[in-house]
Structures are given as structure tokens and as C-alpha cells.
């Protein structure tokens, strides 16, 4: 593997050999890239043989006949959350004994913890996740909590447990998580030289061989060397929220919190999605004492016409009366109102992440410059995707 940075490629290169040793596989023409406290890996794409589909649009997942970008043994994932991260703004450091480590996960648990030092990633991103930026911008933190009341709670499973702290932050974004035996609870994982591909909402995702090993496979989603994982099922609000960035390959949008009326079901509720969800479950539909609620609802134009008969089904075994087309244009008077609280919601949310910042037509002097333009962005994608969304919606009820 290369790099420019001298003390980069020999902690990167350590990584890669102890995974080789180890029985692992890394790609020998990966290459290291950094900027500041960002890293990310490479490969030539003239080295992937499917970079488009039969259609010529790039791939969505890798080609069934992609080969291997990495294997890495499952003994080589490090559990870390019994280590004691130290609560700490600048430095990642532990502070338990890690004598229950093999030989082999210590030398990649000291390298990777050198590695992000090296870099600064703890100063320079773990500061910029939004839970820890917007400790003094209330008026924005208290508008996304609007959207995803769990924001800012130690709710999401798989977190590692302490004082919230940047540090602690760049540890919980980088786990893979699994149960434990008997009441050991979920257990957190460092995964080697995964660890070091960026998140994209449609790259590889990590998937055990018949042997046990984790692999990635080649994947380009995007029309450069860069190659990617998928770490969570986020829309672009979740991706700000949990890694801190502006995404917006994004094609779906997690519908924000809200309570809408429509007429023969009533009031429903609509509980907002997690930002530190992993995967996205169907949506549900159930009854309440004033209505109903609908959970994990996601709007997408390509699964829309899904979603409806999701929703469909549901309602006429209750109310099987009101027969299917009755039923069908209760379910498109509520996408369409949840379609506009979503809209009414990020217009709002851009607004106030537009200079000049106001509170009550005074500066807001506690406005984060950085995070206002980082949420912005995520409004102007989230309002362009709903747009198409409605669209699609109006197609299909007019049919």
C-alpha cells in the first residue's frame, strides 16, 4: 500500500501486513489517501472490470463476479468496548488492560489509535459531529430534535456506553456491532483496514465468507478510484447527524417526525427515524387510542408504488368496508400530507441555516457557520428529492 505521509504508510502498511499474516487479503494495488485528518482508500478503476451495469449506469452493489478488495479474518475484528476510552476533545486513548487481546489485535488496536492521532481525527472531526458542534447553536439543535426527537440521547444500539465526548464519538462511528453471549449486551468491533474506507450510500457492504472472514469486494460508486463501504441505511439528514458530512447520493428521504389528519382515519403520527439507524425496516402501521401511528416511514420515488401497498394492506383488514379504492386514497391523502410537513420542514430548516442567522430578527450569535452550511445543503437535497417524490406520488393516484 502507499502513501505520501511517511508515518501514514507505516501504520497503514503495519495494519495490512498483520492482516495478511493473519490469513487475510488486501488488494496489493489499494492505495492510502489523506487530507488533514481525512482518509481513504483507492484502486485504479481500470483494475474493476464492472464499473456500470448492462444498462451503463453505475452499480448500485458490486458485480456478483467482483473480486475480493479485502478479506479480513473475523479474529482480527477487535472488541473495544470494554477498553475505558478515555472522554477526551483532542486524543483517542484507552485506559484498560487489553491483555485479552490476541498478539495480533493488539498491534492493530495501537496502530489504528496511533493512526487516528496522527491524524487528528478526534480535534478535527470528532469535534464536528453534530451532537458535540451544536452544544451551543440551540436554536438548530433544538430544529433537528424536532425532526428526530432521539437526537442527542445515548438511545441508538451498539454505542459504547461513557461520558459523550469527541473522542468517545470517533470510536462509536467506526463499530460493527453484534450480541453478546447471555447478558453481555451488544459488543462494539474496530475492523481493520474497513475502517479506512468511507461511507456511501451505495458501496460495498461487508459480508462473511463461508470460512467467517469479513469481505469487501471491488465497487465503484462513483466516477473516480475512490472505493467505499456502506455503513448505515441513512438519508442525508442521518448521514449529517452520525458522520458529520453532506451526502447526497442519498435517493430517499426519512420522513421527519410529524402528526398529520386525514379524513375517515383520523390523526397519525409519525415518529421520526433514528440517525444512527443501520438498516431501514419496512414501514408499520398501527392503531392508537386517537388514530394511528406509522413507524420507519421512508419516502423513495422508484418504491413508492410498493409503499402504498404497504400501507394498503393494513388498513383493509381493518376497515375492509371502505373497500380498496377508498382505502388506496386514504393512503395518498397521508403520503401527501406527510410529503408536506417533510417539505415545510427543511424549508424551515433552510431558512435558518441561510445568512444571515437570525433569532427573532437578532443575530444569532450562537450559529455555527460550519454546521448552518452543512444543513443547509442537506435541506436543498432533501427538498429536491421530496419534490420528485410528490411528483411521483400525483402520477400514481391519478392513473
Known amino acids: 500500500?502507499?502513501?505520501?505521509?511517511?508515518?501514514?504508510?507505516?501504520?497503514?502498511?503495519?495494519?495490512?501486513?498483520?492482516?495478511?499474516?493473519?490469513g487475510g487479503y488486501v488488494h496489493p494495488e489499494l492505495i492510502v489517501r489523506h487530507d488533514g485528518a481525512s482518509l481513504w482508500l483507492e484502486l485504479p478503476r481500470a483494475l474493476n472490470p464492472h464499473l456500470v451495469g448492462a444498462d451503463g449506469k453505475p452499480l448500485d452493489k458490486p458485480h456478483p463476479d467482483a473480486a475480493p478488495l479485502l478479506v479480513v479474518p473475523n479474529g482480527l475484528h477487535i472488541p473495544v468496548s470494554d477498553l475505558d476510552w478515555e472522554p477526551h476533545d483532542t486524543r483517542l486513548r484507552y485506559r484498560a488492560q487489553a491483555e485479552h487481546l490476541s498478539s495480533a489485535q493488539r498491534t492493530i488496536l495501537d496502530a489504528m489509535v496511533e493512526l487516528f492521532n496522527t491524524l487528528d481525527k478526534v480535534r478535527v472531526i470528532g469535534q464536528a459531529?453534530?451532537?458535540?458542534?451544536?452544544?451551543?447553536?440551540?436554536?438548530?439543535f433544538a430544529l433537528i430534535r424536532a425532526a428526530?426527537?432521539?437526537?442527542?440521547?445515548?438511545?441508538?444500539?451498539?454505542?459504547?456506553?461513557?461520558?459523550?465526548?469527541?473522542?468517545l464519538s470517533v470510536v462509536n462511528s467506526r463499530l460493527r456491532t453484534e450480541m453478546g453471549e447471555a447478558e453481555e449486551g451488544p459488543i462494539g468491533y474496530f475492523m481493520p483496514m474497513i475502517d479506512m474506507l468511507n461511507h456511501h450510500p451505495y458501496g460495498s457492504r461487508y459480508r462473511r465468507t463461508d470460512g467467517g472472514?469479513?469481505?469487501?469486494?471491488?465497487?465503484?460508486?462513483?466516477?473516480?478510484?475512490?472505493?467505499?463501504?456502506?455503513?448505515?441505511r441513512a438519508d442525508s439528514l442521518g448521514v449529517a447527524l452520525g458522520l458529520g458530512y453532506l451526502e447526497t447520493a442519498t435517493r430517499f428521504v426519512a420522513s421527519v417526525a410529524c402528526r398529520v389528519a386525514v379524513a375517515g382515519l383520523g390523526t397519525i403520527d409519525v415518529?421520526?427515524?433514528?440517525?444512527?439507524?443501520?438498516?431501514?425496516?419496512?414501514?408499520?402501521?398501527?392503531?392508537?387510542?386517537?388514530?394511528?401511528q406509522v413507524s420507519a416511514l421512508v419516502l423513495e420515488p422508484e418504491r413508492l408504488e410498493n409503499l402504498r401497498t404497504l400501507l394498503l394492506m393494513p388498513l383493509m383488514s381493518v376497515q375492509p368496508d371502505r373497500g380498496a379504492a377508498a382505502n388506496l386514497r386514504s393512503v395518498d391523502e397521508f403520503l401527501a400530507a406527510v410529503l408536506e410537513a417533510n417539505t415545510a420542514y427543511y424549508e424551515r430548516l433552510l431558512a435558518r441555516c441561510t445568512p444571515p442567522f437570525l433569532v427573532d430578527s437578532e443575530p444569532d450569535l450562537g450559529a455555527d457557520p460550519g454546521q448552518r452550511a452543512l444543513f443547509a445543503g442537506v435541506s436543498a437535497h432533501q427538498l429536491h428529492l421530496l419534490g420528485n417524490i410528490a411528483a411521483r406520488l400525483d402520477a400514481l393516484a391519478s392513473a
Open 1 to 22: 500500500m502507499a502513501s505520501d505521509d511517511p508515518n501514514v504508510h507505516r501504520l497503514v502498511t503495519l495494519i495490512a501486513d498483520t492482516v495478511t499474516a493473519e
Open 129 to 140: 459531529y453534530a451532537p458535540h458542534a451544536l452544544e451551543n447553536d440551540p436554536e438548530l
Open 148 to 167: 428526530r426527537p432521539e437526537f442527542g440521547t445515548d438511545n441508538a444500539k451498539g454505542r459504547l456506553p461513557g461520558e459523550a465526548s469527541p473522542a
Open 213 to 232: 472472514d469479513w469481505r469487501i469486494d471491488i465497487h465503484h460508486p462513483e466516477p473516480d478510484d475512490q472505493v467505499f463501504v456502506r455503513y448505515n
Open 271 to 292: 415518529p421520526g427515524v433514528s440517525g444512527q439507524r443501520r438498516r431501514l425496516p419496512a414501514p408499520t402501521l398501527n392503531r392508537t387510542d386517537d388514530g394511528w
